[in-house]
């Protein structure tokens, strides 16, 4: 069932309310933005997505190299294109993304009207490991910073990478912290005993599959003793892959997590699991149906429709309100009500 209650005025933020940051490209998606307080202000690391402007007969897509931005271009009518997915491009064996993805920041004061503030400008990749691009921040708040956990794509490799900020002016980089093919990753909020804690989503594409893990850490930099917590289960709306959204909400309960399933099909619905207060390996529950499916027109259609997605939520009292991409174009937000999730994994609770 689905609970979330979509804000009137979504998408909040769409590709023509930015400007390209890069010379001659145009915005085709906003996606899944991480999200934080920053003194009285609401901010959004929002993943942006730019490419050429496109010709008819060609695809063109930019990479980043030690000199900058690179187009490569293909003939669409090259019998080694495969152009079936909109995010990627398959020629002879390599794969490369249609779009390069770099994070931007929007601030609001009211958490519905979102502009940019020219103090903090744009984070692109920077390293080798980072060449097709920076993609999904999750941004967690703990004591003594934010941190924030994003995707690194490269020909190489999909991994997560750190930073930690303090002010989102100055970030340190931390490198690669889960190795590839490694996603999703979001970070609780705070220690458990002495151990940072963390989700991430490995893939084993032969044994196993593409499912949520646990892991502890005593510097959130080095990781070990990885569990995994959660598997797609069949005919569900998590049939295919899961991973983490934000970090989890502590709750008297249990952790809470907000994750994302989706089906063979790529259809992307939010689901919710409660975990253990002292060991958050253990699952106390995990919702039979989605809590949030993509109803809207602006879920269905657009870059990659039938798709809602988040990595970012605010947390005021009982009120969730989470911010997410809607067809991998759009940012759109809703409301939802803790309880009223603590109560549909109430009646879903494993024994
Ligand atoms: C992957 C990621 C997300 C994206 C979904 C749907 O999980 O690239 O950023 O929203 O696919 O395309």
Request: hydrophobic residues 35%; charged residues 25%.
């Amino acid at each position: 069932m689905d609970i979330a209650k979509r804000n009137h005025l979504n998408p909040i933020l769409k590709p023509s309310d930015f400007k390209p940051a890069i010379e001659d490209m145009e915005i085709a998606c906003l996606l899944n933005p991480g999200v934080f307080r920053l003194k009285d202000r609401v901010g959004l690391v929002i993943r942006v997505a730019e490419r050429p402007t496109q010709k008819i007969d060609k695809i063109s897509f930019p990479i980043y190299t030690a000199k900058g931005f690179w187009v490569m271009e293909f003939d669409k009518d090259d019998p080694d294109l495969d152009m079936s997915d909109p995010r990627v491009i398959m020629y002879k064996g390599q794969n490369y993304l249609t779009t390069l993805s770099y994070l931007r920041f929007a601030f609001s004061e009211d958490g519905v009207h979102f502009t940019e503030d020219e103090n903090y400008p744009p984070i692109f990749g920077s390293r080798e490991l980072e060449s097709f691009g920076i993609e999904d921040c999750r941004v967690s708040t703990l004591e003594d910073a934010y941190y924030l956990t994003f995707t690194e794509v490269s020909p190489v490799a999909v991994g997560v990478g750190l930073m930690t900020t303090k002010d989102f002016k100055y970030f340190d980089h931390k490198g690669m912290i889960f190795p590839p093919h490694n996603k999703d990753c979001a970070l609780f909020e705070e220690k458990i005993g002495d151990r940072y804690y963390a989700f991430h989503r490995p893939s084993s594409p032969e044994l196993g599959g593409n499912y949520i893990w646990l892991a502890e850490s005593p510097d959130c930099i080095h990781w070990g003793n990885h569990q995994c917590v959660a598997t797609t289960r069949e005919e569900h709306f998590d049939s295919a892959r899961l991973g983490a959204g934000a970090a989890p909400i502590k709750t008297s309960e249990g952790w809470l997590e907000i994750y994302h399933g989706a089906t063979a099909e790529n259809r992307y619905c939010l689901g919710a699991m409660l975990l253990d207060l002292e060991n958050p390996a253990k699952v106390l529950a995990r919702t039979e149906n989605p809590i949030m499916e993509p109803i809207a027109p602006y879920e269905q259609t657009g870059f990659f429709g039938n798709v809602v997605f988040t990595n970012g939520h605010l947390v005021d009292g009982d009120k969730l309100t989470i911010y997410y991409g809607a067809s991998d174009e759009v940012i759109c937000m809703a409301e939802l009500s803790i309880s009223e999730i603590l109560n549909i994994l109430k009646s879903n609770r494993q024994s």
